[in-house]
């Protein structure tokens, strides 16, 4: 574009030269006059001509700058989403929004923790290949994380089979609510356990996870601790011990309360109260408080049905019974109850 406007500048001025050399004859006067008016023009264009060329080199800078900001804003965008994996979404928006600085620092908050692990997972998965229980680990986090996030939970960790997560930080609903949520969440995963089972035994894996949970509530540290190069956003106190402990005693597919936790959301489950129990570093005895009921309500058009009780365990998957299967499954049901008639007559 600079380039026709230049090319037509100077025919401009070639057309005045030769009006110029005609009128030189005709009248001097009018030529001193043009002559003078011809180089004041001269000198603008080659003003103009070289703020053009400035401006073009200007342009081009600016759209090397801007091309090369918007590369490094890919980079930034890509390096952030690959960071948000390593990072709770509390605490990874917590960061990057600038709420909170990057210090070693911590707060003392009552918080609701939750502690989880595989029953059995060594002897469970002592037959495997690394490959098959990479991906049955992973596949088991991934659900458990997606139903967390659901309910709003912080994810501090993952420790080989075991998660740590908790409410009351950053976000809270208050306390109550925060130990209300923690529990619905673990109840949504212990339900959805049934279909991951169901979905490793169709592919193969003969002894599928069982998870035992422990819930609790109380004062802990909440913060950054570490060193100044290398720190994590974490908890720790006796509390978080006693989360530990609980889900030890808790039974596979179970869920254990302490009783901190059990007068907070009582009014919307029903549990049994265990026996006591004494943690190191706490000087009380603990009770813990067994949920039960956790698979109650299922969708009777579910394709699972579950029964559990004291010596009782039944778990049956209807759309993998055809109808062979099904009529053994009813004899070998009717075969079951026959003997437990027989035993209540002896």
């Known amino acids: 574009m600079s380039y026709d406007i230049h090319q037509e500048e100077l025919d401009n001025i070639a057309r005045a030269e030769s009006v110029l050399a005609q009128e030189k004859e005709n009248n001097k006067a009018l030529a001193t006059e043009l002559n003078l008016l011809l180089k ?3 000198k603008l264009f080659k003003s103009t001509k070289r703020m053009m060329r400035f401006s073009d080199r200007n342009e081009k800078s600016l759209k090397d700058v801007t091309s090369s900001l918007d590369e490094k804003n890919a980079m930034l965008e890509q390096l952030s989403s690959k960071l948000s994996k390593y990072l709770s979404p509390q605490i990874y928006e917590m960061i990057f929004s600038g709420a909170k600085e990057v210090q070693l620092s911590t707060e003392r908050k009552k918080l609701t923790v939750f502690f989880s692990d595989i029953k059995n997972f060594t002897a469970t998965t002592d037959d495997l290949e690394p490959e098959d229980i990479t991906y ?3 596949d088991y986090l991934t659900e458990m994380s997606k139903i967390a996030i659901k309910h709003g939970a912080t994810i501090d960790k993952f420790i080989g089979d075991a998660m740590l997560i908790f409410f009351g930080d950053p976000n809270t ?3 109550k609510e925060d130990a209300l949520a923690c529990v619905r969440m673990a109840i949504e995963m212990q339900r959805h356990m049934m279909s991951l089972r169901a979905k490793w035994t ?3 894996y003969s ?3 069982q998870m035992r949970v422990g819930i609790n509530t109380g004062f802990c540290n909440v913060g950054n601790f570490g ?5 994590d956003y974490t908890i720790i106190g006796g ?3 006693l989360t530990a402990r609980l889900e030890g005693v808790s039974d596979p597919d179970g869920i254990a309360l302490s009783y901190e936790t059990y007068a907070l959301v009582k009014e919307h489950v029903d549990a049994d109260k265990g026996e006591p129990i004494t943690v190191k570093g706490i000087h009380r005895m603990i009770t813990p408080y067994k949920l039960s009921g956790i698979f109650k309500n299922i969708d009777a058009e579910s394709r699972f049905l579950r029964v559990e009780d004291e010596g009782v365990r039944l778990f049956l998957d209807l759309e993998k019974l055809d109808e062979e299967a099904r009529i053994r499954t009813i004899k070998k049901m009717e075969s079951a109850i ?3 008639h027989q035993k209540s007559i002896e």
């Open 40 to 42: 004041n023009y001269k």
């Open 173 to 175: 609903l208050g306390v």
């Open 207 to 209: 002894r599928p996870f």
């Open 338 to 340: 026959e003997r437990l």
């Open 239 to 241: 509390e978080v011990n």
């Open 202 to 204: 169709e592919m193969g």
């Open 136 to 138: 049955l680990i992973n």
């Open 227 to 231: 060193s100044e190069d290398r720190m």
